[in-house]
């Protein structure tokens, strides 16, 4: 079946330690995602994907980047991680825009993420 | 800014009671509506979806009509299961890529 892979489920590392998620699909889509979701919040948009072009919303904070290095994978990377980043993070990805309506998202499982 | 807004939880019911989450939204132009489902540990699936006014989405029992006039998208399913018990997410997306997300309401139901 066609989806969206994310690994690890769970990660665990040190406050200050550099860590990268990686997320991977096989729905041959344009555009991927990251969301950032706290407990009992809505999640958050951090950035994603056109392609190849990079579009980072405003109040990301500048220790979250992202790499993609083909269509299928995607790569967050906290280069330090704080105890406030420790959240749940979603990847999604959508075909590219065709109408005004737009297209679905379809999302990964998660990591979740602990600091300590 | 577009915004969504849904009625606040938890909502608890009992097995076989008629659900309804309340959503409204802001935004100028015409939106596509959507509801998510998050079950406990998972990311979110797509539950429905509205593209235009009085669509109406459907699907596993639970629908929601758009209401342009009333600009709300209100999620109902008439015989609610323990299974179905999650956190759903309201959302708009109006041209662009970015979902808009509602706080979300994380529904518990009892046997």
Redo the contacts between chains.
């Keep these: 079946d066609a989806m969206v892979i994310q690994n690890p489920r769970y990660q665990v590392t040190q406050f200050g330690k550099p860590v990268t998620l990686s997320c991977s699909q096989t729905l041959n889509h344009n555009v991927m995602y990251w969301y950032q979701q706290k407990s009992s919040q809505a999640p958050k948009l951090l950035f994603h994907y056109y392609d190849k072009d990079f579009n980072n919303e405003a109040d990301t904070p500048d220790n979250f980047q992202s790499r993609r290095p083909n269509t299928s994978f995607c790569f967050l990377d906290i280069r330090s991680p704080g105890l406030g980043d420790a959240a749940m993070y979603l990847c999604a990805t959508s075909r590219a825009r065709i109408s005004s309506g737009g297209a679905e998202q379809f999302f990964g499982p998660g990591t979740r993420l602990t600091v300590l | 800014g577009d915004s969504v807004t849904q009625m606040e939880g938890p909502v608890t019911l009992s097995e076989e009671a008629f659900l309804t989450i309340n959503c409204t939204y802001t935004a100028t ?2 939106p ?1 509506l ?1 509801w ?1 489902v998050q079950y406990p ?6 539950l429905l ?1 509205a ?2 006014a009085d669509d109406k989405g459907s699907n596993k029992g639970f629908e929601a009509t758009y209401r342009k006039e009333t600009t709300s998208f209100h999620l109902e399913k008439g015989s609610v299961q323990v299974s179905d018990s999650a956190v759903y ?1 309201c959302a708009l ?7 808009v ?4 309401t ?1 529904l518990t139901i009892n046997p």
């Design positions: 132009g015409y596509s959507f998510y540990g998972e990311g979110l699936q797509l979806k593209t235009k997410f997306r109006r041209g662009a890529q970015k979902l997300f509602g706080q979300g994380r």
